[in-house]
Nanobody, 123 residues
Framework: VQLQASGGGVVQAGGSLRLSCAASGRTFSVNAMGWYRQVPGKERELVAMTTSGGSGNYADSVKGRFTISRENYMTVTLQMNSLQTEDTAVYYC???????????????????WGQGTEVTVSS
């Protein structure tokens, strides 16, 4: 099971970017999916998270500007509008997945992370 993130880039303040993350591989379930971000010297922080039911939770700093969407069972997107220089970070896709490795696999949800995608917002 893997998470593949895409969509980072460089944008001017006030602009928009859309991140996408797709899970691949055989799974019993893909539960929560979301995004974290990290800047050098700081801890990774939650940006937005959505459950399998589709409801979203957001960091206060991005409420009203970012929208997380569960496109389908295996894909989550993050629409980022009104970007600020403070949003500059490496963004990481996250999911809680119960992988299916074949006969005998027990149902065991675990944390999975995608590779980071860099977002740079210039002033």
């Amino acid at each position: 099971v893997q998470l593949q993130a895409s969509g980072g880039g460089v944008v001017q303040a006030g602009g928009s970017l859309r991140l996408s993350c797709a899970a691949s591989g055989r799974t019993f379930s893909v539960n929560a999916m979301g995004w974290y971000r990290q800047v050098p010297g700081k801890e990774r922080e939650l940006v937005a998270m959505t459950t399998s039911g589709g409801s979203g939770n957001y960091a206060d700093s991005v409420k009203g500007r970012f929208t997380i969407s569960r496109e389908n069972y295996m894909t989550v997107t993050l629409q980022m509008n009104s970007l600020q220089t403070e949003d500059t970070a490496v963004y990481y896709c996250y999911a809680t997945i119960a992988p299916d490795y074949g006969p005998g696999t027990k149902y065991k949800p675990s944390d999975f992370w995608g590779q980071g995608t860099e977002v740079t917002v210039s002033s």
